[in-house]
């Protein structure tokens, strides 16, 4: 009974948290960061053929909400975790800047903040040694990089007028001259974090 109360507290508390933060209509303009978690999937060519495993990381993003409906943004992401059929793992860097257009128009009164992105970046992807089927060593570590684009969507919730959570699945594409045009290391990461407005 005593755990019930508490839990049935602690909804009541949030509602009301809830209600006081979007009971009057606050525009979101300004400079904002955030901070999140990513799990990655390659999609590149080959990505298959060596078995490249999903990997792992965060991104940290700082933007700026020019009206409430557009918004530039600068991202990083970091990722590891990939490996391949030979046991070698890769660590991947990518900055982007981007640009985000919100589906409707953004206040403290909507709780759910859709958005589409797209952008240009710079990936750097460096994969380790690996080993053969009877572990020995293989020197097979290899450095690619290049200009990628980005496109996405994703969803601000609002929790306050200055912290929000947000979700978002972006796809990054090598292209041009540089390595990562022909390499596995296309992406479609899916990111959850946390912004602050300043």
């Given at each position: 009974?005593?755990?019930?109360?508490?839990?049935?507290?602690?909804?009541?508390?949030?509602?009301?948290?809830?209600?006081?933060?979007?009971?009057?209509e606050v525009p979101?303009?300004?400079?904002?960061?955030?901070?999140?978690?990513?799990?990655?999937?390659?999609?590149?060519?080959?990505?298959?053929?060596?078995?490249?495993?999903?990997?792992?990381?965060?991104?940290?993003?700082?933007?700026?909400?020019?009206?409430?409906?557009?918004?530039?943004?600068?991202?990083?992401?970091a990722v590891a975790?990939?490996?391949?059929?030979?046991?070698?793992?890769?660590?991947?860097?990518?900055?982007?800047?981007?640009?985000?257009?919100?589906?409707?128009?953004?206040?403290?009164?909507?709780?759910?903040?859709?958005?589409?992105?797209?952008?240009?970046?710079?990936?750097?992807?460096?994969?380790?040694?690996?080993?053969?089927?009877?572990?020995?060593?293989?020197?097979?570590?290899?450095?690619?990089?290049?200009?990628?684009?980005?496109?996405?969507?994703?969803?601000?919730?609002?929790?306050?007028?200055?912290?929000?959570?947000?979700?978002?699945?972006?796809?990054?594409?090598?292209?041009?001259?540089?390595?990562?045009?022909?390499?596995?290391?296309?992406?479609?990461?899916?990111?959850?974090?946390?912004?602050?407005?300043?």
């Open positions: 009974m005593k755990s019930l109360l508490s839990i049935l507290l602690f909804m009541g508390s949030l509602f009301l948290m809830s209600g006081l933060a979007h009971a009057e979101l303009t300004g400079f904002y960061g955030g901070l999140g978690t990513t799990f990655a999937a390659p999609t590149g060519n080959n990505a298959d053929k060596w078995d490249v495993e999903n990997g792992f990381g965060g991104n940290l993003k700082l933007g700026y909400n020019i009206n409430s409906r557009f918004a530039v943004e600068l991202d990083s992401l975790g990939f490996k391949d059929r030979y046991d070698a793992r890769t660590f991947g860097l990518i900055a982007s800047i981007n640009g985000k257009g919100y589906f409707m128009e953004r206040s403290t009164a909507r709780l759910f903040q859709p958005y589409g992105l797209v952008g240009v970046g710079y990936g750097h992807f460096n994969t380790g040694n690996g080993r053969d089927d009877i572990g020995n060593a293989i020197n097979n570590g290899v450095v690619v990089d290049g200009p990628m684009l980005r496109t996405g969507v994703g969803v601000d919730y609002i929790v306050t007028s200055t912290i929000s959570v947000y979700a978002e699945v972006s796809y990054y594409k090598g292209v041009g001259d540089g390595d990562l045009a022909d390499s596995p290391f296309d992406l479609i990461p899916v990111a959850v974090g946390v912004q602050v407005k300043f």
